[in-house]
C-alpha cells in the first residue's frame, strides 16, 4: 500500500523525463497489435454502428454526477 503518493508522483515524474521516447518501437507496437487485430477479426469490423447502445449505457453510467457533493456522499458512507 502506498502511504506517501506523493513521493511515488513526483518518482513517476522524473522517469518520464528521463525516458527518451523510442518512435521505432512504439510504432513496432502498434503495428504489431494491429495484426494481432486483424489475426482475431477484430478489425474491420462488420458493422462498426453494433453495440452503439451499450456504448452509451456505459458512458451515461460512468460519467454520471450525482447532485449531492462529495462531502455528503463520505457522511453517508461512514455511517
Known amino acids: 500500500m ?3 503518493s506523493k513521493i511515488v508522483q ?3 515524474e522524473e522517469l518520464i523525463k528521463k525516458e527518451k521516447v523510442n518512435l521505432i518501437k512504439n510504432f513496432q507496437i502498434m ?3 494491429y495484426k494481432e487485430a486483424r489475426a482475431l477479426g477484430v478489425i474491420p469490423m ?3 454502428l453494433d453495440g452503439w447502445g451499450i ?3 456505459i458512458a451515461l453510467v460512468v460519467n454520471y454526477v450525482p447532485k449531492t457533493s462529495g462531502k455528503t456522499i463520505l457522511k453517508a458512507r461512514s455511517k
Do not use: G, Q, T, V
Open 2 to 4: 502506498i502511504k506517501n
Open 10 to 12: 513526483k518518482f513517476e
Open 31 to 33: 503495428d504489431a497489435m
Open 46 to 48: 462488420k458493422d462498426p
Open 55 to 57: 456504448d452509451a449505457k
